[in-house]
């Protein structure tokens, strides 16, 4: 019975135990079938491969990435799902089901690219944003021969009022939203900040390197940048390497540039032919049978070529770039040109999972410019006669340095004898350090460090006219510049609930030393041979010929604290609020430190409820913002001291039987002077329809300016040293209304029309210069000088009037003899010369409207854009014109055709007057690019485009100068005076590829 009970009991061990394997080869078999191994390749809407693609179980942490093809492999279940997913790229979600081979097109997150800003010490999604500010991304950027980065914004900016001649080595004149200082240069430029490195040089970058730029318009967004933000505010950011991409990619063109318009001057038979009309006759010496055309002489088809080559690569914890830029800029006038080359690297890399970020970014920009005397070559090539040649029988320039009038130079000789070179090397190199060290918290450290070494050398050959009878005269200034900039901060971002909050935190610290070096000018050479070079081979006769450059160096420091807090409720309500305070060594001991406040609060209104009944409205945001910032640029250390220095007048005394330079006291000191403060108030409205097929915003601002500086306040000599002294006293007023629209007018599955238009007007007025100690009623500017005009002035800045105000003699026609007559302050006619008070204000050269409007055209792989830009409103002083018309002075000086009406009793018609005040008003079409995208089946090429580019193809204006794009900076805006570099008409090709 007891074996019975054991032969039971091992039977039913070995059948559960026979049971338990089949199970578990079950199992096994179960677990087999469900888990499969997927591959696959994901590729772009190109259809090219996208590689570091992350590939992933949803729900797992785990997972993998595509390789350099664009591949994968990863195990998975039947019931997984796998997302794939890139920065910059609309994730997707792919089920397995029962398939083993999984292919994924990526769609780029166009819309979250957009939405991003950078604002100052960090990004905002554009949704949040509760200030003025634009955005303009790469593809957006104007093309054609780019000199200087801020011509890519020429015309895309709703308030940003960007002037440029054809000059190859002129910066543009930037304004924003109208001048609001008594200041010139820096002052009224917009500040500029390079990769988070406030101050950083423009001139560093190449467009090509450039990735998007945000435009801070009001003080609610600027004044975290504190004294040097009034201008507004441009952030500049550098093309980086996306994660998990190797890159490799080239940009070039080749243009040809052609004057756009000429004067239409006399030839030389048409000018004896006046003369003979009019019973004249030429000086033999001025007349030896030639017809020179001086225009077409000075005046040639300029070449451009630009060539960028760059690469870079980003894995999961660390990512790279270098590029290379090349620009050779030959000018349409003889010698003159820019030559630029621009290296650019970086290197970020993660450590401690990501914890701690270092980064390191070296920008170098090496340039060399040739120029001319562009002061004398532009008018003589206009005013000298066309009846002598350029050169006498021995190869010697023609002179007659007895002539009077204008035009006494031969302008050929202006250029062929006088070398003006400048080396420019600039050299940034920023550092910065990253610590995650709590989630949502985050500590940022930079250190940057900027060279600018500035070599200016010139020659006055012993032909030159310019410097006569000094057997040529050299000029070497070698002056270095640095800054270098130390800035911490701590970012907060954390998210509970409806509620978010983000907090900034920082420290900065600045030193900029400037004019370190040294220049001398001396003369008297054996030859011409060594140009300005050695100058120990110089043999002056008198030690006055040697001259010294006398910019002082100086020492600037900047330490600030800043803070801003950012909240949002429930993604509807927002508020932000920010303060800077800055403490300046440039100003007075009572005055060194300015606090910037600056708030705002936006509604999403679009969040709310009521608006799903609207569908029509996708988009819907009212902002409203107030904030004080500075303008502290443009200052050395020693703006508030006393300085002594040598006076003008008497240079040299005898000191114990030796000469010494004469010291005296040159600035007045003013220990309370301080920045000047501009305080903004703006309300907009951003706006989407049609499910934001049609985006938009609308602004309304106050630009308040106070405490301006002026430099020439009268002060008793009884409590000052000298007469005049540098004070905070003026004010200037800017209202504008700035609206910007982007469209996608038309979308197909082959075609797209994208259009932008935008439009601004602002409205610009002195409101007072003076105060109860400083009293001043206006301020002339614009001394223009010409024939018996001499310290006249053309121009005033007066409390009720427009910076850029025209105070000329009022122009009352011919009288019976055809000679120009004037009304002067008695309301009298008089045929003669007026008084200088005799002046009446004549309108100013602020326009009314700035406006453009951009445009896109996609059919499949071809692209169209255009830009038409242009302002209305302004008025322009054509005093070339004025200088030009002198009928009675033919005998001396060329004379164009809008003269021949003119007659030659008239002795006075060249005076300047409100006469030659004209509109400036026009509508240019800027550029337009023919495009055409190659995307070869080859898988090492993503893309070649192919492209032609016309700049400056036309100009609607009734302006009769050379064009109506004058210079819009500084204190005489909207003036052409002789010295207009021509505007050009460009045509390139270009081909861009990505590898």
């Excluded at 760059?310 to 003889?334: E, P, R």
């Excluded at 008089?830 to 002046?839: G, K, N, S």
């Amino acid at each position: 019975m007891k074996k019975m009970y054991k032969l039971i009991y091992f039977t039913e061990v070995c059948r559960l135990q026979g049971l338990l394997i089949m199970l578990m080869l079950f199992s096994v078999n179960v677990i087999a079938q469900n888990t499969q191994n997927i591959s696959g390749r994901v590729v772009d809407e190109t259809n090219q491969p996208i590689p570091g693609v992350t590939v992933r179980i949803k729900g797992s942490t785990g997972g993998t990435s595509t390789n350099l093809d664009g591949n994968y492999n990863i195990s998975a279940k039947s019931s997984n799902v796998l997302v794939f997913s890139m920065l910059g790229s609309i994730s997707k979600e792919v089920s397995v089901g029962n398939q083993t081979r999984i292919n994924v097109t990526l769609m780029p997150d166009n819309q979250n690219l957009k939405d991003v800003v950078v604002i100052g010490y960090g990004t905002a999604n554009k949704k949040d944003v509760t200030g003025a500010v634009t955005s303009i991304k790469s593809e957006e950027f104007n093309q054609g021969v780019m000199v200087n980065p801020a011509q890519l914004l020429q015309g895309k900016v709703a308030g940003l009022n960007v002037t440029k001649s054809g000059d190859p080595n002129a910066k543009p004149s930037t304004i924003l939203r109208g001048p609001s200082t008594l200041r010139e240069g820096a002052a009224q430029e917009p500040f500029y900040v390079i990769d988070g490195v406030p101050g950083a040089s423009i001139d560093l970058l190449a467009p090509a390197d450039i990735e998007n730029i945000d435009i801070l318009k009001d003080a609610s967004s600027t004044a975290i940048y504190g004294s040097r933000a009034a201008n507004g505010v441009i952030i500049v950011t550098t093309k980086r390497s996306k994660s998990g991409q190797a890159r490799l990619s080239y940009s070039g063109y080749a243009a040809v540039e052609k004057v756009s318009k000429k004067y239409d001057m006399l030839s030389a038979p048409e000018l004896r032919q006046y003369l003979v009309d009019n019973k004249q006759t030429l000086n033999p010496v001025d007349d030896d049978g030639s017809d020179t055309n001086w225009q077409s002489l000075l005046e040639r088809t300029g070449y451009s070529q630009n060539h960028n080559l760059s690469y870079g690569g980003a894995g999961q914890s660390s990512d790279y770039g270098a590029s290379v830029n090349y620009l050779d800029n030959k000018g349409i006038l003889k010698n003159t040109s820019l030559r630029r080359t621009v290296v650019r690297a970086y290197l970020n890399e993660k450590f401690f999972n990501d914890r701690l970020k270092l980064g390191l970014t070296i920008t170098n920009s090496n340039s060399k410019s040739s120029d001319i005397n562009q002061s004398q070559a532009l008018p003589n090539m206009l005013f000298f006669l066309p009846t002598v040649s350029p050169f006498n029988t021995d190869g010697t320039y023609k002179e007659n340095y007895n002539r009077i009038g204008s035009g006494t130079r031969n302008p050929l000789s202006i250029v062929d004898n006088n070398i003006f070179d400048n080396l420019n090397n600039k050299t940034l190199i920023n550092g910065m350090v990253q610590v995650n060290i709590i989630d949502g918290l985050r500590f940022t450290a930079s250190i940057s460090s900027q060279r600018d070494q500035n070599s200016y050398s010139s020659y006055l050959n012993s032909q030159s006219g310019l410097a006569r009878g000094v057997n040529g005269q050299a000029q070497k200034i070698d002056i270095l510049n640095k800054s270098q900039v130390l800035e911490g901060y701590f970012n907060y971002d954390k998210t509970f609930g409806k509620h978010s909050l983000k907090l900034l935190g920082g420290y900065s610290w600045q030193e900029d030393r400037t004019n370190d070096g040294f220049g001398v000018r001396t003369q008297n050479f054996s030859n011409d041979n060594l140009s300005y070079n050695n100058l120990f081979l110089s043999n002056p006769s008198l030690l006055s010929q040697i001259a010294f450059n006398d910019a002082p160096i100086s020492t600037l420091r900047l330490i600030s604290y800043y803070g801003r807090v950012q909240y949002n409720y429930n993604e509807k309500y927002l508020f932000q609020a920010s303060l800077r305070d800055d403490g300046s060594s440039a100003f007075g001991k009572n005055n060194r430190w300015g606090l910037f406040p600056a708030v705002s609060a936006g509604w999403r209104i679009i969040g709310e409820d009521f608006m799903k009944t609207v569908p029509v409205i996708s988009d819907l945001k009212l902002r409203a913002g107030y904030g004080v910032s500075g303008n502290s640029l443009g200052f050395d250390a020693f703006s508030s001291l006393l300085i002594y220095g040598t006076l003008s007048g008497s240079n040299k005394f005898l000191n114990n039987g030796n000469i010494s330079n004469a010291i005296g006291p040159v600035r007045n000191p003013n220990p309370d002077l301080k920045w000047e403060s501009t305080a903004t108030t703006n309300i907009g409205l951003d706006f989407g329809l049609f499910k934001d097929r049609i985006t938009g915003s609308v602004d309304f601002y106050v630009k308040k300016t106070s405490d301006l500086i002026y430099d020439r306040y009268e002060v008793s000599t009884t409590q000052f040293f000298l007469p005049t002294i540098t004070a905070n006293v003026g004010k200037i007023k800017n209202t504008g209304v700035e609206f910007s629209l982007n469209a996608v007018a038309v979308k197909t599955d082959n075609f797209k029309w994208t259009t932008s238009p935008n439009i601004a007007h602002n409205k610009n007025v002195v409101e007072t210069l003076s105060d109860d100690f400083y009293k001043i009623d206006l301020i002339r500017t614009a001394s223009l000088g010409g024939q018996g005009q001499s310290g006249n002035f053309s121009q005033i800045i007066q409390p009720g009037y427009a910076l850029g105000t025209f105070n000329l003699w009022n122009y009352a026609g011919k009288n019976a003899s055809g000679v120009s007559t004037y009304i002067n302050a008695a309301g009298q006619t008089i045929a003669t010369q007026p008084l200088t008070t005799d002046a009446k204000i004549a309108g100013d050269a602020q326009p009314k409207l700035i406006y453009g409007w951009a445009n896109r055209f996609n059919y499949k792989n071809w692209d169209l854009n255009f830009l038409v830009r242009g302002v209305l409103g302004n008025k322009i002083l054509n005093a070339t014109k004025a200088s030009l018309n002198n009928p009675a002075g033919a005998k001396n000086q060329n004379i164009p055709r809008f003269t021949l009406g003119e007659s030659f009793n008239d002795n006075i018609a060249y005076l300047i007057s409100d006469r030659f005040i004209e509109s400036g008003s026009y509508l240019r079409l800027d550029n337009a690019t023919l495009g055409y995208t190659i995307r070869p089946k080859n898988p090492s090429i993503k893309a070649i485009r192919l492209y032609v580019t016309a700049n400056n193809l036309f100009v609607i204006t009734n302006y009769t100068g050379i064009d109506p794009e004058i210079n819009i900076g500084g204190l005489t805006p909207g003036i052409d005076n002789n010295n207009y570099y021509p505007k050009t008409r460009t045509f390139s090709f270009g081909v861009t590829a990505s590898f």
